[in-house]
């Protein structure tokens, strides 16, 4: 599969993953965004996104994730979400493993961490096919794992 990043978002794509998220509701955009980001969703919280990165498929645009921050070895992402009306074709599996790849280029990068709600399952799963592991249960306001990968 050829999957590409592009640092950032351009308008338009900003535009259509408001759109994708939207159509699916609060509950949808939760899951990817984390209940800080407002419902619903606009261009100006996205396009506002640090360390956004635009994910591709070939030359079409298929979704988002973040690298929400680096703390010494270890990266967070999060706010990872493609087309919905692409799941189940093994894009997010293939972009997350050349995401990850990507960020284990750096050696100074011993792990990477995520976190998801224990209501995505199919997130969940796709996280434990990579090899990341629960790390930490966080259960209030909602149940959640953090999860980690390492070199």
Same mark, same amino acid.
């Given at each position: 599969m050829?999957?590409?990043?592009?640092?950032g978002?351009?308008?338009?794509?900003?535009?259509?993953?408001?759109e994708?998220?939207?159509e699916?509701g609060?509950?949808f955009?939760?899951q990817?965004m984390g &209940?800080?980001?407002?419902? &619903?969703?606009d261009?100006g919280?996205v396009?506002g996104?640090?360390n956004?990165f635009?994910?591709?498929?070939?030359e079409r645009?298929?979704?988002?994730?973040?690298k929400?921050?680096?703390?010494?070895?270890s990266?967070?992402?999060?706010?990872f979400v493609?087309d919905p009306?692409k799941?189940?074709e093994?894009?997010?599996?293939?972009a997350?493993k050349?995401f990850?790849?990507?960020l284990?280029?750096?050696?100074?990068v011993q792990?990477i961490?995520?976190?998801?709600?224990?209501?995505?399952?199919r997130a969940?799963?796709?996280?434990e096919?990579?090899g990341?592991?629960i790390?930490?249960?966080i259960e209030?306001p909602?149940l959640?794992y953090?999860m980690?990968?390492t070199?």
């Open positions: 050829d999957i590409r990043f592009e640092k978002i351009l308008r338009e794509n900003a535009l259509l993953l408001c994708w998220s939207n699916q609060k509950a955009q939760e990817w &209940p800080l980001i407002s419902y &619903p969703l261009c919280k396009t996104l640090e956004l635009s994910i591709f498929q070939q645009f298929i979704g988002v994730i973040q929400v921050r680096a703390d010494g070895d990266v967070h992402v999060g706010r493609l009306r799941t189940g093994g894009l997010g599996t293939a997350l050349r990850t790849d990507l284990f280029e750096d050696e100074n792990s961490t995520l976190t998801v709600f224990d209501s995505n399952r969940k799963r796709l996280y096919k990579l990341f592991v790390d930490e249960i209030t909602k959640k953090v980690r990968k070199r």
